[in-house]
């Protein structure tokens, strides 16, 4: 069975630091790029941050940029976004992504999410 199991979330202050993990099973995870998406309510869900398969290249939104760092431990199949100087805006549920071209198929799988909360 696939699986990506986000956990990690919470209720923080501003300013405050939380780490989302994503484990995966089921899949072959070293051939995927992963990404964490967020969506705060009321709003459509964004992308926050990915990173590659293939060299472990990353990517940010700009409003993490400098506070947000991605991560991939293989040995594990964890994949973790440490969030810093959290501010109320990155209030959302957290998503976890993967993405992979294998063939002509493409597959992808989304976590159930977890929930941050940051009070001002």
């Known amino acids: 069975e696939v699986q990506l199991v986000e956990s990690g979330g919470g209720l923080v202050q501003a300013g405050g630091s939380l780490r989302l993990s994503c484990a995966a099973s089921?899949?072959?995870?070293?051939?995927?790029?992963i990404g964490w998406f967020r969506q705060a309510p009321g709003k459509e869900r964004e992308g926050v941050s990915c990173i590659s398969a293939s060299d472990g290249s990353t990517n940010y939104a700009d409003s993490v940029k400098g506070r947000f760092t991605i991560s991939r431990d293989n040995a594990k199949n964890t994949i973790y976004l440490q969030m810093n100087s959290l501010k109320p805006e990155d209030t959302g549920v957290y998503y976890c992504?993967?993405?992979?071209?294998?063939?002509?198929?493409?597959?992808?799988?989304w976590g159930q999410g977890t929930q941050v909360t940051v009070s001002s």
């Open positions: 089921g899949f072959a995870y070293d051939d995927y790029a």
């Open positions: 992504n993967g993405v992979a071209i294998i063939g002509l198929t493409r597959y992808e799988y």
